[in-house]
């Protein structure tokens, strides 16, 4: 593949590295919310982002890339990475003053929109009384009844502090509990970046995969079968050769990390159904749509029930925490009630626990979803008008609040289809964007968030600015 536009087989935070385009000027000091005349988004262009430059600079200097996690540094879109000095609302505002309208939201997290009063407060009642006990506590209990009691699948949970530790301990859990070795996971899916996770696929179609990274030795993948996604027959075929020997499924409901690519129909309902006549565990990966597509999670909205789920992001309400759960005759496997092992330091610290309660109960008030749901579908369909207008082929999806506008003429459904967008279209339409004071994720292969905190004037505003960032985008071809 190239990697100047093919997307890379380990797609967490993906990145396909592409030059900056020519036309992708900086964009100047803005107000909040940004005005508008005529329904047409006011903008001054200037290239003040000095402050980032030089942050960027000192940054690489002692931090690999210059950053926490690798597609932050832009180089699936080229040019100098934003550095944010605060967030409100739906916006953030860089160290330069720039201002924007965020679809990033932390990646996910934040779905009341940053610096929420609500959760602001909780954490700072929390804090007030310490940051951490590495003793039980009881908002960690309370944290749990409420995910309990809006999963279905969920009898008990099991707090960890990132989607990579929950994805990897609820392997272990189902290794342990079927007393088998092997895995299946999929194209495109990302499930962290553990060891026997980093993985990408075989030669052949029932081959077991290969190290996706250096330091990942072949023994450790050696047990992991990777699939494409939205293959049911491919699955039923795997689960005939494999299936005494397999311990797991793990399958993002819908695909986060190559784009937002739903199920197509029947396939989720297909997989249970084959996990449960093998006897394999099914784990849902619902870091990324865990309370995002629904109150009740992606396998609520498609009632498709797993053995074992893994929640972060919206969980954590902004802070660093995740979760696994299931059933109850599963989850009493886990140390110190079984035998399999798992711990973590800063596990259910109170800080987390707080924030994680008053996000989930913020979304349980009264048409919060709904409201979500219309704000949504006003940017889709938006955006997806004003891509034709100005004449570039574009396919977009959208489940619930997370979206994605692919730069490609046809369906994406899987890894194989979403690895041939044009990426360098999509590096033209961020810094047309940006420039407008919206900021993307910087690759073509991540989700758009919508929050509760993003209005009407600031949804109109991204369209009408989108109209103009598409036509920077159809020079791209």
Known sequence: MDPETTLSQNPGEHYATVPVPASAPNRATCTQPLPSYHGVMKTQTTEETSKS???FKSASQVMPGGVSSPVRAFRGVGGTPRFIAKGKGACITDIDGNCYIDYVGSW?????GHADDRVVAAISKAAAKGCSFGAPTEAETQLAELIVSRVRSIEMVRFVNSGTEATMSAIRLARGHTGRAKIIKFEGCYHGHSDGLLVQAGSGAMTFGQPS???VPA??????????FNDLAAVETAMKQYGSELAALLVEPIGGNMGCVPPNNGYLQGLRRLCS??????IFDEVMTGFRVSAGCAQGLYDVHPDLTCLGKIVGGGLPMAAYGGRREIMQKVSPVGDVYQAGTLSGNPLAMAAGLATLRALAEDGVYESLEATSARLADGLESAAKQAG?????????SMMCTFFHTEPVTDFASASRCNTQAYAAFFHAMLNRGVYLAPSQFECLFVSAAHSEEQIDQTIAASAEAFKAAAACG
């Open 53 to 55: 430059e030089l942050a």
């Open 213 to 215: 990274s250096p330091g």
């Open 392 to 400: 570039v082929p574009t396919v977009h999806a959208r489940v619930g």
């Open 277 to 282: 006549e093998y006897g394999i565990v099914l």
């Open 108 to 112: 996910g997290p934040l779905i009341l």
């Open 219 to 228: 023994g450790t993948t050696a047990d992991t079968l990777v699939l494409p």
